[in-house]
Each structure stands twice: as structure tokens, then as C-alpha cells.
């Protein structure tokens, strides 16, 4: 992964998930305020099953990449004599890829009919995000300066994910923690991104002066604005979900009398909520 | 930043805070003790919405001055050939009141009618107290031993502060986290005074001497004595806010039978809620 | 308290405290159980408000005698020209009392007729005993390393029952926290005199060779003994508490029937109660 | 315990009760869907109160070993004048074992009619557990490199699962926790095995070279794959003991019949509660 592309295919990742389950959740969320009873959590858990494939097939998909690229390990751990370690590298990412494949089939089975207690699915989205975490801490602590730093900011994104989703498994279906857990993955995608273009140009060029204080002052700076920026991303995504649930309603009770009632009660059930949580 | 008024200007900022918050909820807290079902809510709604508006002018302004003073960077952020960095330094408060500015823009939310989730204004809070405790603490970093100590002591009430607000999060409406919030903003206030006095005493004369043990040992027990001035200072707002809004209910009332009526009332529910949580 | 004295007279407090919630929440526990709806609550909470008495008195006490014994500071805070600091080892003293007083004030405040918010008197109590461990911790920091490793030690058993302190404060009345903070006071009584033994043996002689490696594996394996030694000395407190209500019921019901089948009672809401955690 | 053997003995231990907790529970929490207000619950009870005599049997057989193997201390603490301690290994792993001792005895006393508080045994396994890190933390500290990594990584096994427990102590019978638990177990015992193959080769040869980069990469990932394959483990555990359970019904009620609407009525209320909780 020591060049561009290497850090820019998975920021990819991370930013599609990161869009992905906050237009999910924000739907959600919105669906079952504005329709109560409605006929959206079958829909939802078939949404969920299809995620959990899509993440098993990517990570296997990952892990055979990892292993039988021109230059990978062949699933060969060692070799020659004495024994040499074949790739270290590859075969870490493929661990890495192996438990958000775990993670991934226990999405599958929390939402098919198997007896898997709730909360599993988050322990193990856990799981792969520490481990994802743990490993990176070790592979970058003997690296220059630089490079520690803007690794270490991003280790910030991944352990903030990992503790997130484990409150998740206790409190499970919190919005907030949801959304949370969604700026955290952008976060991740976008820096991943910045990590390409101070180590490795792409349009040419040397990395970024190690030794520059004013470089060091301005990452840190910097780390913030992709954050800030997550969080007009996801404002904007929540919006444009409410948007698309309002629409939908609309057309389904086809008049608009009854919307503006919905709204009505909405406004004054949101008082209540208010004065409840301010009251209780 | 590196003179006195550069510290006592944010210092004042949390120290109005610090009180306003305390009298809030205090107020709060006794009014909906003493007034159950009043007309309170509404009023403290609106309030909530005022205080978000506050928080949104002062940022705006915040990062106008830091940006277009004299010496400023006037939006440029690199300059050159080849680049430098602008002032680095105004880019990062600027950052800081960024934050800020969406916290309070989510307070906003939050009480006018938007679907947002409950909870977002205090995550978002925690989210900007993180981030000024996150700068603050790659800014000391590199200072000498007597300048790093009482920064780091800074610290402890930023990432205090940051960690109380995030259990608001989950636990909305908790008068004991809320007055720990406000004491630990009025420590705030008054440290970052502190750390004017030491490093840029206003009545001239050099810093204090760094080398000086008893300077050091004398500096962390201030630390605790500032913070047990912000218990008492707390202890008196809250008392002046009972008294108030005690006297606002009688008033209301016109008779001082009511008021002892429910002075009576209140004793003995006192009672039960303490035997209550005994039982329990 | 550079000598025995000074670490065995913090050490008997601990260790009265310790003993004492220990036996007062045993008592609580028990009673609450075995005599439902009894004059008990009435009697707890006259001796909350004596033991919060009991601690302003000891923490004033403590703080004119650390000000006023002959070569103490007698409150002049410096002196001379230039300015050297007066004794701070006194004043660090003074200001940890300071916020055991405060604590004890909060108690009596609690449980008198005021308006405090339930739960406050554990914050206190939280933060006195962070205070304490805080000022130990910069206290120690520049000490020879036998010192520093038994003083850390100690900073275990202060953290910890600050933690779990806090944990009160939104688990109020919670049986096993309470035991958790009885043993760790213990803990702490018991390792003060540890320490004086270590740094200053009463019987003369020099203190442990600091060089010697099996000392220092000694006192970390000497710690869990302690600790040990705590919770037996907590087991025997609970067990003779549960016979001292157990007798104060019979006499009062004034028969042995009545207590037959109050345990016949308790078995079998016991069994319920395992039951109930089982399914639920 | 520096040797093969040494390591492979309490693996074995953590092993067994990995694997044991994992059946435990998922029996627990099968019977108790599939089989409502059955018979188990006694059962269970006695089943804890035997694995709690085990403990204690185990535990005091280790106590016993530590102390009178040839090359034990007997029982002496120091001798000689001057004092020299006396085998302090011994008497550190003799520290360890009596943690899970109380921890056992605890066990008994819960389930057995005496009034201890419902959650004092999780406190005291977690207290057994941390105890176990903490004299492993001080064990290790002045090793080699490579002794103090892999050691480390087993440190992130201990202390994970004491802070497991002490979650369950707050939130009893949550089989999330108790699962992982389990799997936390099973991983230091796996990660021991490991430990004793990279120090001592049962099969001869020096052990690992610590100067190579590499065998520093490989371990940290097979740590993960350790992890990896203590889920594999459990969730066929879990299968099988849903198996199990499912048989058992099936036989007691003397018709297929019976099972198959069983089935039918967990399917719905299976879709009941993820509605349920995606509704909430």
C-alpha cells in the first residue's frame, strides 16, 4: 500500500459506508416517525442482510487480492531455509479483511431466522474496527515523524468507531451513536485520502518536509476540517433523507391535507418530547 | 494569543458561561420542582434557542477578528513560492470557534422544529470542547516544563468537560452532570486567568521563574483551589436561583399560605425521594 | 509526614471510614431487606447527616493543625523578599482536607431539608478523593524509585474508589458499589501504614534497599495481599451486620416463629429473585 | 514456570473454561427461549454453585503445588539474616491463585441461601482477573523485547476480560458479555500456548530471534488470528448447544409436532423483537 492508490481504494470504501449508513439510518430514523407501523422494517432487514453480503463478498474479494496480486504471498506464510516470512504486509491485510468478513456474516445471521442474540453484530463490527486499529498502531510506530503523526490522528477516527459501536451493542438502535459512527467512518475515508497526498504526491513531487513545524501545526488543523466537513456531509445527507421519506409519504396517502396534519401532530408530539425530556 | 488579554478574553467568555449555565439550569431544576406543569417549558425552550444564537454570534465574530486582525491571515493560508504556511496560529482558534459555531447552530436546531435527533446538541458540544482540548494539546506540546504544566492542567478541565457533556448525551436533563459541566467551564475561565497572571503578569515583571520547584508545587494546589472557588461560587448562584424562583411562585400565587403549603408538600416528598432511593 | 507518624494518622482514618461504610451499608442492605417498610430510613438518615458532620469536623481539625503546628505555615502563603513559598507540603495538606470538608458539607446538605439534587454528595466525595490522588500523583512524580512504586500503588486504591464513587452518583444506593468503595478506603488505610513500615520502620533501622529487586516484587505481590486482607475483613463486617439485624428483628417481633418465616420468606424470594436475573 | 510446561498448564485451565462458559451460556440462554418457565432454572443453580467448588478445588490445588513442589518456599516468606525473600515466583503465582479463590467462594455464596448481593461474584472474578494483569504487568516490565510484546498482547486478553466482567456486574446475564467472556478466555489460553512455543520449543531449538522485524509482525497478526479462531470455536459451541437444547425439547414433548409450531412462534417473535428494537 506505499503509494497512492493503496490509500485511496480503501478511503473509498470508508466514505461509501460512511454515506451508506447515514442515508440508511437517517431513513430510518425519519420512516418510523412519519409512519408508524408502516411496512418499512421488513424492508430494513432485508436492507441489512444485503449490507452484510456486500460486506462479506468485498472482504473476501480484499483478502484474495491481498493474497494473489503478482507481487502477494500465494498463501504462503513463510519460506526458504531458514525460514523467511513471506509478505508480511499482504498477510496483514488479509487478518484485517477477515474480520470485517466475520463482522459481515454476523450481520447475515442476526437478520435471517438463525437464534444469534442481538447486539453480536455490533460486538463484532467492534472487533474489526480494534483490530483494524491494533494493527495499524503496531505498523506504523517505527515509521519517521511525519508519517507517525498523521497515522496517529487517524488511529483518533478508528478507535473513536470501535467505542462507538460497542456502546452500540448496548444501546442499539441510538441515532446518535449511529450517526456518530457514520462520521467517524468518513472521517477515516477522507484522511486516508490526505494521507495519500502528503506521503505520496500524486501529480509528483517529494513528500511533504517532516521537519517543517508549520506542516505538523497545519495537519493537526486540518484533521479537524475533515471533520467538520463529515459533518456537512452527513447534515446534508439527513436532510435529503428526510426529503425523500416526506415525499413518499405524501404520494402513498396521495393527499396533502393529510401530510400537513402529520405535520402538525409531528410539531406538537416534538413539544411534548421536549417538554418530557426537559420535565423527566 | 501570547500576551495577557490574548487569555483573559477567552477566560472571561467561559466564566459567563460557566455562570449562565449554572443559573439556567438551576433555574430550571427549581421551577419545574416548585411549578409542575407551569408555563416554564416554553419560556426555557426559547431560552435554549437565545443561548444557541449567542453561541453562533460569538463564534462568527471569533473567527472574523482572528482572521481579518491587523496581523492576521485574511483567509490566505499559504503564501509564496515556495508556500508557507499563514499564520498558523490564527488558523487554529479560527478552527476552534468553528466548532463552536456548529454547536451552536445544532442547539438551534434542536429546539426550532427540525427533525433533529435529540441529543446531537450535546454530542456536538462534546465534539467542540474535544477539539479545543485536541489543539490546545499539540499547541504545548514543544513549550518549555513550567509553560507545558499549567496548559496540561488546562487540559484536565477541557477533556473533563468534553467527557461530561458526552454523558449528557445519554443522560439528558441531569442536574448533577449539568452543574459539573458549568463548574468545569468556570475552572476554565479561571485557570486560563491564571496562566495569564503566570506566564504574562499584567503589572509587567518577568514570568515566573520555571526552575523554582515550589513555583510548580505551588501552581498544582492552585489548580484545586481555583476549582474549589467554582464550587462555591456555584453553591451561591444556585442558592440566589432557589430564592428567585421561589419568590416568583409566591408572587404568582398572591398568597403566602400557597407558598408554605407547598413548602410543606416539598419537605415531605423530599423525604419520600430520599427514603425512595434508600428503598430502592 | 516525612516519618511514620505522618503515614499512620491518614491510615487509621482510611481505615475507620472503611470499616464504618462497610458496616453502615451492611446494616442498610440487611434491614432494607429483612424489615420492608420499617422506621429504619428515618435513623439512616440521621447518621448520614452525623457522619457528614463527623467529616467537617476531622477536615477542619486536620486543616488548622497542618496550619498551626509550630513550624507550620500559620497561613501566610509566602514570605520574604523575593517571595519564597511558605511550607507548601502544609498548604497541599490543608487543600486536600479542604475538599473532604466540602464533601462532609454536601452530605449534611443532602440529607437535610435543602433543595441539593440527589446525587451530588457522591460527585464531592468523587472529587475530594481525586483531588487527593491528583496532589499524591505530582507529589511523588520526582521521588527515588522504591517510593515512587509504592506511592502508585496507593494511587491504584485512590483512583479506584474515585471512580467507582462517581459511579454512584448515577447508581445511587447500589450494595456493591458501596462495598467496592469500603474495601478500596481499607485498601488505602492498610497500604499508608504499609508505607510506613517500608520508608520509615518504627522500630529503627534504614529503609528497604531500594536497589533490591525482590523488595519491589515483594510489595506489588504485598499489595494484593492487602487487598485480600480487605475483602475478608468486609466479609466478616457483612456477616456479623446480617446477625445484628437479624436479632434487633426477633426481639422486636418478640417471637421465633415470626423470624422462621421471614427466612422461610427470604428463601423463597431469593429464589425468585436468581430465577428473575435468569430469565430476564 | 520458565518452561514449555509452565505455559501450557494454566492454558489448559483457561481453555477448559472458555470453552465451558460458552456452554454454559448458550445452554442458559437456549433452554430459556425455547423451554419458558421449565425446570432449568434449579439446574442451573446447582451447575453454578459445582463450577464455583471447582474453582476453589483447583485453585487451592494450585496454591498447594506453588508452595510444596521440590523447589518451593514451604511456606517461608524470607530466611537467612540477612533476609532474602524466598522463591518470590512461587508466592506471586500463590497471590494469583487465591484471588480465584474468593472468587470461587463467592461464587458458592451466591448461589447458596446466604445474603450475599446479587453481583459480587462477577466483581470478585473481575477483581481475580485484574489482579492476575496487574502482577503480570510488573512480571513482565523488565524482559526482553520480544518476552515483553507477546506478553503485552496477553495483557490486552486479561485486562479486556476483567473489564468485561465488571460490566456484568452492572448488567447481569447479558449474553453479549458473557460470550465475550468466553471468548476472552479462550484467547489467553490459546495466546499461552503461543507464548510457550515462540520462548521455550517443545520440540528443542532456541527460541524465536527477537532482532527480526518480522517475527515481531507475524505475532501481532497471530494474535488476531487467535481471536479469529476463538469465534470460530464459540459459535460452533453455540450451534451445537442450540442443537442440544432443541433435541432435548423435542423429546420432552413427545412430538414433532410441538416443535415445529414452537419454531413457527420463534420466527414471529423473532421478527417481533427486531421491530421491536428497530421500533424503540
Known amino acids: 500500500m506505499a503509494n497512492f492508490k493503496g490509500h485511496a481504494l480503501p478511503a473509498v470504501f470508508f466514505i461509501i459506508f460512511g454515506l451508506w449508513w447515514c442515508l ?7 420512516s418510523r416517525r412519519l409512519n408508524k407501523n408502516g411496512p418499512g422494517n ?3 432487514s432485508r436492507i441489512e442482510i444485503t ?3 456486500v460486506k462479506i463478498i468485498f472482504s473476501v ?3 484474495l487480492a491481498e493474497q494473489f496480486v503478482p507481487d502477494g504471498p500465494h498463501l504462503y506464510l513463510y519460506s526458504g531455509d531458514p525460514h523467511t516470512w513471506m509478505k508480511l504486509m499482504n498477510w496483514q491485510h488479509t487478518t484485517m479483511y477477515l474480520f470485517f468478513c466475520i463482522s459481515g456474516i454476523m450481520d447475515v445471521l442476526t437478520y435471517t431466522s438463525f437464534q444469534v442474540p442481538i447486539g453480536l453484530d455490533r460486538l463484532m463490527l467492534s472487533v474489526a474496527l480494534f483490530v483494524e486499529g491494533f494493527l495499524f498502531y503496531f505498523h506504523v510506530m517505527s515509521r519517521p515523524l511525519l508519517d507517525q503523526l498523521i497515522h496517529s490522528l487517524l488511529l483518533i477516527a478508528i478507535f473513536g468507531a470501535a467505542a462507538s459501536v460497542l456502546l452500540e451493542t448496548f444501546l442499539r438502535d441510538n441515532i446518535v451513536l449511529e450517526l456518530l459512527r457514520s462520521s467517524l467512518a468518513l472521517l477515516q475515508g477522507t484522511w486516508l ?3 495519500g497526498f502528503v506521503l505520496f504526491p500524486p501529480w509528483g ?5 517532516a521537519n517543517d513545524h508549520g506542516n505538523i501545526m497545519f495537519l493537526i488543523m486540518c484533521f479537524c476540517w475533515h471533520y467538520a466537513l463529515a459533518i456537512v456531509i452527513l447534515a446534508m445527507n439527513y436532510a435529503v433523507a428526510y426529503r425523500v421519506v416526506q415525499k413518499c409519504c405524501t404520494n402513498k396517502g396521495g ?8 405535520k ?3 410539531k406538537s408530539s416534538r413539544i411534548a418530547l421536549l417538554k418530557g425530556s426537559d420535565e423527566d
Chains 1, 2, 3, 4 share one sequence.
Open 24 to 30: 440508511k439510518y437517517s431513513l430510518k430514523y425519519h
Open 51 to 53: 449490507e452484510g453480503a
Open 61 to 63: 474479494i480484499g483478502m
Open 193 to 195: 485520502f490526505q494521507i
Open 205 to 209: 513531487g517529494p513528500a511533504w518536509d
Open 42 to 44: 421488513h424492508w430494513f
Open 264 to 266: 402538525e401532530n409531528e
Open 255 to 262: 393527499t396533502e391535507i393529510k401530510l400537513a396534519k402529520r
